[in-house]
């Protein structure tokens, strides 16, 4: 059973600082599409920010309800597994009420580097357990050391044929996803 996270705080800026970005439109469209393709349970959007997160309601309402839904039912279907939480315990307590156990978490990032778990492990272990498992992709320039230590898994990089490695997250998770749920 997996879950994906998009995390917005805490994540690094360019600078190095803990901050708060802001939820982009596109990330939303594009990472609940991948969501709904490759059987994501629900697709948490994670923001502190109340303005953001109602921001991102709007969004959502007009796929789900407004002009959006009729002119656009792929779009709705994807668009039905978003969940909004203000922070990641927020997530982690609903996914254990909704499965009966805390979910493992897996911290994926470009520049994760020790006791990485290959995408092929993950595949293997999310075909054999049933258990929840929590997918965080961060936001800016990564998810802060405080969540990534506290993560029960660290996912390895995705490599390009060059050093150049910085994707958008919305591609990130498309690649991830295809990776541990293909056949």
Known sequence: MLYVA??????YNKEGRVVTTAIANMDIHDIARASRTYGIKCFYIVN?????RN????????????????????RKEAF??????????????????ETGCKPKTIVTGANLKE??????ELKNILRNDDLPYLLIFGTGSGIADEVVKKADFRLEPIK???????????SAVAIILDRITSN
């Open 48 to 52: 502190p920010v109340p303005a953001q």
């Open 115 to 120: 006791r990485l778990l290959t995408f092929g």
């Open 160 to 170: 390009g044929v060059r050093d150049y490695n910085h994707l958008a997250v919305r």
């Open 6 to 11: 998009l995390l917005h705080y805490p994540v």
């Open 80 to 97: 039905e597994l978003i969940g909004i939480k203000k922070d990641l315990d927020e997530v982690l307590t609903e996914i254990k009420s």
């Open 55 to 74: 921001f991102a309601r709007e969004i959502i309402r007009h796929w789900r309800e407004g002009y959006g839904a009729g002119f656009n039912l792929f």
